[in-house]
């Protein structure tokens, strides 16, 4: 069974300008959630999406968002990035939900602005 | 609200020693409580877990038992081998289902 794929795997991009990240479950999972891990913050929940909703939002501005299509597949899009938005973006896949379900995490998807 | 604080690193060893990575959490009610383990390059995987006070979690000779009165979940394993080098997490999750995690604890094992 395929793990949790994310791409791009590596991404620059300049202040101001947006991003849009890509992540596939594993076959059969319907949750997905995504962290951002940065040195100084460690790992901090952005947001879950089940069954194409948004179950679960962590504290990140409304710059961050996200939508989950048909297939389970997830894609987390950040508009006028910033400095600080620099950080490996993971997902985690679950069979139903974060909470009830152990997560498997993809690679992630390492993001450098400049 | 709810946070997870471990001993930062980085811990190095040697081969065999005994490890103990210390973490203690804040939380209301009863969390369910993980240890995850995040290899060079690769995302996180779950280590081990235990969702109830003095549950032992235990995984590929990895211990951490629930306890409640002190409020720690510190990992432990006998005897390390070089391949254990990678960043550990603690976390927990409560009944809104988001997972908090500490700030990792980054294990060097010296050959």
């Known amino acids: 069974k395929a793990g949790v794929t994310q791409t791009p795997r590596y991404l620059i991009k300049t202040r101001g300008q947006q991003v849009t990240l890509s992540c596939s479950p594993i076959s059969g999972h319907r949750s997905v959630s995504w962290y951002q891990q940065t040195p100084g913050q460690g790992l901090q929940f952005l947001f879950e999406y089940f069954s194409e909703t948004q179950r679960n939002k962590g504290n990140f501005p409304g710059r961050f968002s996200g939508r989950q299509f048909s297939n389970s597949r997830s894609e987390m899009n950040v508009s006028t990035l910033e400095l600080g938005d620099s950080a490996l973006y993971l997902c985690a896949s679950s069979l139903v939900s974060s909470g009830s379900h152990e997560q498997y995490f993809g690679p992630g998807t390492r993001l450098t602005v400049t | 609200g709810n946070s997870v604080t471990q001993m930062e690193g980085p811990v190095t060893l040697s081969e065999e020693a005994f490890l103990t990575i210390n973490c203690t959490y804040t939380?209301?009610?009863?969390?369910?409580l993980f240890w995850y383990v995040q290899y060079p390059g690769e995302g996180l995987q779950l280590l081990l877990k235990a969702t109830k006070a003095d549950d032992k979690g235990s995984n590929k000779g990895f211990e951490a038992t629930y306890r409640k009165e002190t409020t720690s979940f510190h990992l432990e394993k006998g005897s390390v081998q070089v391949s254990d080098s990678a960043v550990y997490f603690c976390?927990?999750?409560?009944?809104?289902?988001?997972?908090?995690f500490g700030k990792g604890t980054r294990l060097h094992i010296l050959p």
């Open positions: 976390a927990l999750m409560n009944r809104d289902d988001k997972i908090i």
């Open positions: 939380a209301t009610g009863y969390p369910s």
